[in-house]
């Protein structure tokens, strides 16, 4: 979709990414998606029914809302490898410390990550000055290429879909805590990283 009254700005970016998605495999320039997406935390306040044959397990209509956690997805489309990250925001410095973890953690070995990811006010190369001192920000950023969707063009970026995916098969149902979150999120990325294999 091309809104009408952007359509030279959306159809630069989305032209820019879809460049990128069709540069050819190279480890040392590895294309990675970036998105988040926040999560309501919500615990049970009775004991849920279990399943018994024949019948789903129910859940009580009441519950207590328990805070939200924020989800940083990281995903390689060409390798099919992703990483998410559970905060407990998602601030600048938040966005920094995902993006410092993606740089050194995970792809510590690249020349350069081209990433990309949406326009959010976070999302800037200044978020990483906010975080770390500015000798670590500019190491971080050197490492970076950035290649920003047009605004309402989120279905351009992989780690949306990704993001989706990990709704349905992850977080259909109630989950009370952020280390619950983590563990599930956790558990679901280990299987799809190794089902990719």
Same mark, same amino acid.
């Given at each position: 979709?091309?809104?009408?009254?952007?359509? @030279?700005?959306?159809?630069? @970016?989305?032209?820019?990414?879809?460049?990128?998605?069709?540069? !050819?495999?190279?480890? /040392?320039?590895?294309?990675?998606?970036?998105?988040? @997406?926040?999560? +309501?935390?919500?615990?049970?306040?009775?004991?849920?029914?279990?399943?018994?044959?024949?019948?789903?397990?129910?859940?009580?209509?009441?519950?207590?809302?328990?805070?939200?956690? /924020?989800?940083?997805?990281?995903?390689?489309?060409?390798?099919?490898?992703?990483?998410?990250?559970?905060?407990? +925001?998602?601030?600048?410095?938040?966005?920094?410390?995902?993006?410092?973890?993606?740089? #050194?953690?995970?792809?510590?070995?690249?020349?350069? $990550?081209? =990433?990309?990811?949406?326009?959010? /006010?976070?999302?800037?190369?200044?978020?990483?000055? #906010?975080?770390? !001192?500015?000798?670590?920000?500019?190491? $971080?950023?050197?490492? =970076? #290429?950035?290649?920003?969707?047009?605004?309402?063009?989120?279905? =351009?970026?992989?780690?949306?879909? #990704?993001?989706?995916?990990?709704?349905?098969?992850?977080?259909?149902?109630?989950?009370?805590?952020?280390?619950?979150?983590?563990?599930?999120?956790?558990?679901?990325?280990?299987?799809?990283?190794?089902?990719?294999?």
């Amino acid at each position: 979709m091309i809104p009408p009254e952007q359509n @030279a700005d959306f159809v630069c @970016a989305m032209e820019d990414v879809l460049e990128v998605y069709h540069r !050819p495999p190279n480890p /040392n320039y590895p294309v990675v998606c970036f998105d988040e @997406a926040s999560r +309501q935390l919500v615990k049970e306040t009775r004991t849920p029914i279990p399943p018994a044959p024949g019948r789903p397990a129910t859940n009580d209509y009441e519950y207590e809302r328990n805070g939200t956690a /924020n989800l940083f997805m990281m995903f390689e489309p060409l390798s099919g490898s992703r990483h998410v990250k559970v905060t407990a +925001q998602r601030t600048a410095v938040d966005y920094a410390q995902a993006i410092r973890e993606l740089v #050194e953690v995970h792809y510590p070995d690249a020349r350069k $990550i081209v =990433l990309v990811h949406d326009n959010r /006010n976070t999302h800037k190369p200044a978020s990483l000055y #906010e975080a770390f !001192p500015p000798d670590a920000a500019r190491r $971080i950023i050197d490492k =970076l #290429e950035i290649h920003y969707t047009p605004k309402h063009g989120s279905w =351009l970026n992989m780690a949306d879909t #990704e993001l989706g995916i990990l709704s349905r098969q992850c977080l259909d149902r109630r989950l009370p805590d952020r280390e619950t979150l983590t563990n599930e999120v956790g558990a679901w990325e280990r299987d799809r990283n190794t089902a990719e294999c």
